[in-house]
């Protein structure tokens, strides 16, 4: 049950232009906790390389968080991932929590992602097409944009596990104040969704995991904003590990508190940056020293072979 005394003062995102689209979709809106402003015009273009964008914003509609019911953003970052955008799309709108922001941020695909997004964009709160620095930039673009209470990472690689997910989340928030929860993962085989490879799961969580380069599961990872804009951006310089850094940055060096949910919330196709060959789990490693140097918690490459006994109890 949530907190009935938790109480948010709510505020709001500038407003770019409106159409009429979603004009039929205002009682359902109004329901769930969006009001409506009068939104300046400005046209969006759809030619490649340039700025395409659209969702409930920039119809006029904006989230806010309500006093039993905080606004929790979730951000999504894509490049050419029409295979399975859908399938990540479908598990965030069909959450049970129903004051959810929705943010996606397409990186200018060409491969038909654009027209998946437009197909769900009275659903989505905001989204946008363009070209951009890569995955962590676009991170920090989505965290530019919310408005939030609690933010979280959805990978067009990933998906909720169950429609409770996002409910259970923000419960706990709600139960414990913490700055932070984090859960379980499952990863999948890409082609078969019910065919578990790995079981992610970090329940004992420690300053010890994270030198032997043990993290929380970054995709099930939701945090307030505001320790986000204390702490800082994804550094772009990572090309790996910016997920790793910052999490370090947050429980480490920013001293955030946090909890752990015991069950499984989000699910993630095989397969990423991290894992995508010899060399790139070389980058990795040194990603990760470095990333524990600059925020003063001391590991070396030696200590990160530690964490291999670890990994192969996961699998199954």
């Known amino acids: 049950m949530l907190n009935q005394s938790h109480h948010v003062e709510p505020y709001c995102l500038d407003i770019r232009y409106s159409t ?44 806010c968080s309500l006093s039993n019911r905080p606004l929790i953003t979730v951000i999504t970052v894509v490049f ?46 905001y989204w946008v097409s363009e070209s951009d620095g890569g995955i962590y930039d676009a991170m920090n673009k989505g965290l530019s944009l919310c408005s939030g209470e609690y933010v979280g990472m959805l990978n067009s690689d990933d998906l909720f596990y169950g429609k409770e997910a996002l409910q259970d989340i923000v419960n706990r928030f709600c139960l414990t104040k913490v700055d932070a929860v984090f859960s379980c993962l499952n990863v999948v085989d890409r082609n078969n969704l019910k065919k578990i490879l790995r079981k992610y799961r970090v329940a004992k969580f420690n300053a010890t995991l994270l030198r ?34 910052m999490l370090v940055r947050l429980l480490i060096k920013q001293k955030i508190s946090w909890e752990f949910i015991d069950r499984v919330t989000v699910v993630m196709r095989a ?19 470095r990333a524990c140097k600059e925020n003063d918690l ?3 490459i030696l200590l990160l072979a530690l964490k291999l006994p670890i990994r192969l109890f996961e699998f199954i």
Do not use: W
């Open 20 to 63: 009429t689209r979603l004009v039929a979709n205002i009682p359902q809106i109004i329901h769930n906790g969006l009001t409506r402003k009068s939104p300046s015009l400005l046209l969006s273009s759809e030619c490649e390389g340039q700025k395409d964008e659209g969702g409930l914003r920039t119809e006029g509609f904006y989230k």
């Open 80 to 125: 050419n991932g029409v295979s399975t955008v859908e399938e990540t799309i479908q598990s965030v709108i069909s959450q049970a929590y129903d004051n959810v922001e929705y943010i996606i941020i397409d990186g200018g695909s060409t491969d038909g992602t654009r027209e998946v997004i437009k197909k769900y964009e009275y659903a989505i709160d």
């Open 212 to 245: 032997i380069g043990v993290m929380p599961p970054h995709p099930t990872f939701y945090c307030k904003k505001s320790c986000y804009e204390k702490g800082g951006v994804y550094k772009t310089n990572y090309q790996i590990a910016a997920d790793f850094e």
């Open 271 to 289: 397969g990423g940056l991290s894992s995508s060959g010899f060399r790139a789990r070389i980058k990795l490693n040194r990603e990760i020293v």
């Open 298 to 300: 001391y590991t070396n």
